[in-house]
């Protein structure tokens, strides 16, 4: 069994149906507390949220982002953090795998979707490219 608690810095909004609950902008701080049965021996627990597809005013940007920093706090009992990147887009992101890792290679991704945990980044970058007005050779 898996369980991951979310704890921020910033006040949150009120859960709303699709189980956002946090609204954040690039750079804020996540931090989130992972809880696996037994007392698995990992090296490095990681999160990663996906969003759908990016902005067309924001090209280049990112759909997704990780959380890397982690430290085992207890028995079973990892806490994760990390910001949230400048390149993420806005959107809703939805908490997607948990990474945990065992040195030297041994990499698990458990698939944590049902957990319905997501959150709203509003990234206030905007591109603006415009039509291409024609191409010709020289």
Aim: hydrophobic share 35%.
């Amino acid at each position: 069994m898996l369980l991951i608690a979310a704890a921020s810095l910033l006040a949150q909004t009120g859960q709303g149906p699709t189980g956002i609950s946090h609204h954040y902008r690039p750079g804020d701080k996540l931090h989130y507390t992972v809880i696996f049965d037994g007392d698995p021996n990992f090296d490095s627990v990681a999160i990663y949220f996906q969003s759908g597809p990016v902005p067309p005013n924001q090209s280049g940007l990112s759909n997704g982002f990780t959380l890397d920093h982690s430290s085992r706090i207890s028995a079973g009992i990892f806490e994760v953090d990390g910001t949230i990147p400048e390149s993420a887009a806005t959107g809703t992101y939805q908490l997607s795998i948990v990474q945990t890792r065992i040195k030297p290679q041994g990499v698990k991704d458990y698939d944590v979707k049902s957990f319905h945990e997501a959150v709203e980044v509003d990234n206030g970058t905007k591109y603006e490219f415009p039509p291409i007005k024609s191409i010709f050779p020289k």
